[in-house]
């Protein structure tokens, strides 16, 4: 059944059920009503009647003597009356709307009650139709009984009364009901503007392919309202901020105001703005954010953020690069060996053999002095491969990048302390190369030493050096002696050893040399 029907349907039952109740309580309060009304009206002519002095003195006197028929006549047709009869004390009427009956006795045993000084109602019928029936009892000047007046009005002239009373309130059923059906029609069209034209079953199907839409993803979403209180988390938000360290809000609650992780909802909610792809470093995990705000009607109503752990991609990607790294390292070296082999090779035609020998043994040590020192020294492949490339880039500028003898770097089982020493060693190897641009043949010297848990790392070259006053100042975001949209390598080396736990510092003597010192935790792998 669609909605309106539904809710047309239960809506017109229930106003229809409160009008009936309502007014078949009338109804009966009516009823009650007319018939009170009725016998105080007949109750009041009857004292009226009573009280009048001409009918004190007529019953004095014989029944075909009495003056009373015209008098009761007359107030019988100005009141409506069925009857006005007037009796003495033995019952023997005074006055009848049937003249014949003059001078006979009352019918009816309630008469009696009011022959003994009492008022009486009685619902009984006469020599007429059966009708209300009200008696009084009359009283002379000496306070002595001497008749009673007995008052008649038809029963059908009170149904009828009633019946009219009752059209009345038919109407006013009528009208109410019209009206709340009318009410119920507008409320009914408001309603499906409301669900956007959507049925009960519609929405109930909706919802359910929503929750199980929000639980099949691996992306964690969480939605707000206007006041940042949270309306929806799925579960794989609550998992990655568990894993994170961070306490997930539940339905309801606030956004805390020192969340980083959910800092981007407060300021969707205060500027309106969008932000995609934002990357966050939360607890030692890198999330990815796209933040959302929900607008209605032109105005923000709340935010939606969604977001992904892609610490896991990272240390994919980043090893990946490494071997990609390593592999460039070892074609440009195979292609290098390809043309020590033409040399050798035309020395082999030549027959230039103390030549050849001289050649081989050189090469021999250039390897061993390049490539075997450094695989035997870096076990981690990303960190070797790395470095290899590095060596390439120092040379290709006509500098030398060169390892010390005592170098020994583990393998590490935490792939953020490896991404970490990349982001480390790249900055300062690049800050090294671009200070060495002025003069030829300079050289870098870099040392990686492991000891008890902690990796030491140097890196020198014989540039320019550093002025003093700037040796606190090259930390700083944004600051750079080579132009605007710079300074952004050693800050970001100086939050990455921070916030691992590690330390930096400088030493520099203009015009000599600068080197850089940095210990970072390493956590020791598997691999020796």
């Not at 969604?306 to 990609?324: A, P």
Request: charged share 20%; hydrophobic share 45%; proline share 3%.
């Amino acid at each position: 059944m669609k909605l309106s029907t539904l809710a047309t349907l239960m809506m017109v039952a229930v106003i229809a059920t409160v009008l009936l109740s309502v007014h078949l309580l009338y109804f009966i309060q009516i009823d009650n009503f007319t018939h009170a009304h009725v016998r105080d009206k007949a109750l009041a002519v009857a004292r009226t009647l009573a009280e009048d002095p001409e009918v004190q003195r007529s019953l004095a006197l014989p029944a075909s003597e009495a003056l009373i028929p015209p008098i009761a006549l007359a107030v019988q047709k100005r009141n409506n009356l069925l009857f006005v009869t007037v009796t003495d004390m033995k019952g023997i009427r005074y006055s009848h709307p049937n003249s014949s009956l003059i001078n006979k006795r009352f019918q009816g045993d309630d008469l009696l009650p009011a022959l003994s000084g009492h008022e009486n109602i009685a619902y009984n019928r006469g020599t007429l139709v059966k009708a209300l029936r009200v008696f009084t009892p009359v009283f002379n000047a000496q306070h002595q009984q001497i008749g009673v007046v007995a008052i008649g009005i038809s029963l059908s002239d009170v149904t009828a009364q009633i019946h009219k009373s009752r059209w009345n309130v038919f109407w006013t059923i009528l009208l109410g009901g019209s009206v709340g059906v009318l009410g119920v029609l507008i409320l009914v069209r408001r309603l499906k503007r409301m669900l956007l034209g959507l049925e009960p079953h519609e929405i109930s199907t909706l919802f359910e392919q929503r929750q199980a839409i929000l639980n099949s993803i691996k992306e964690g979403v969480i939605a707000v309202d206007a006041g940042a209180r949270v309306t929806l988390i799925n579960q794989a938000a609550q998992q990655l901020l568990h894993q994170s360290a961070i306490e997930a809000p539940l339905s309801g609650d606030r956004i805390p105001e020192d969340s980083l992780m959910l800092s981007h909802l407060r300021e969707a909610l205060h500027d309106g703005k969008a932000r995609h792809d934002e990357e966050l470093n939360v607890r030692e995990r890198i999330m990815i954010s796209n933040t959302v705000p929900v607008r209605s009607r032109g105005r923000v109503i709340g935010a939606v953020c969604t977001f992904r752990d892609k610490t896991e991609i990272s240390q994919l990607m980043q090893r990946l690069d490494g071997m990609v790294n390593y592999v460039d390292a070892l074609r440009e070296h195979s292609h290098e060996f390809m043309n020590k082999l033409h040399v050798i090779l035309g020395l082999l035609h030549m027959k230039n053999y103390a030549q050849m020998e001289t050649y081989i043994l050189k090469t021999a040590n250039n390897y061993q002095t390049e490539i075997g020192s450094l695989l035997q020294s870096i076990k981690s492949p990303v960190i070797a491969g790395f470095l290899l490339s590095k060596i390439n880039r120092a040379s290709d500028k006509g500098h030398r990048l060169l390892l010390s003898d005592d170098c020994y770097l583990p393998d590490s089982g935490s792939e953020q302390q490896v991404t970490a020493l990349v982001l480390v060693l790249g900055n300062l190897i690049e800050n090294a190369l671009e200070a060495l641009e002025q003069q030829q043949e300079g050289e870098i010297h870099l040392l990686l030493h492991y000891q008890n848990g902690w990796l030491s790392c140097e890196v020198s070259d014989d540039g320019p050096g550093i002025p003093p006053e700037l040796e606190i100042a090259i930390f700083d975001k944004g600051f750079s002696s080579k132009g605007n949209d710079r300074g952004m390598g050693l800050f970001l080396v100086k939050q990455q050893t921070e916030t691992l736990g590690g330390n930096l510092s400088v030493e520099s003597e203009p015009g000599v040399y600068t080197q850089f010192f940095v210990q970072l935790p390493w956590v020791k792998g598997n691999k020796a």
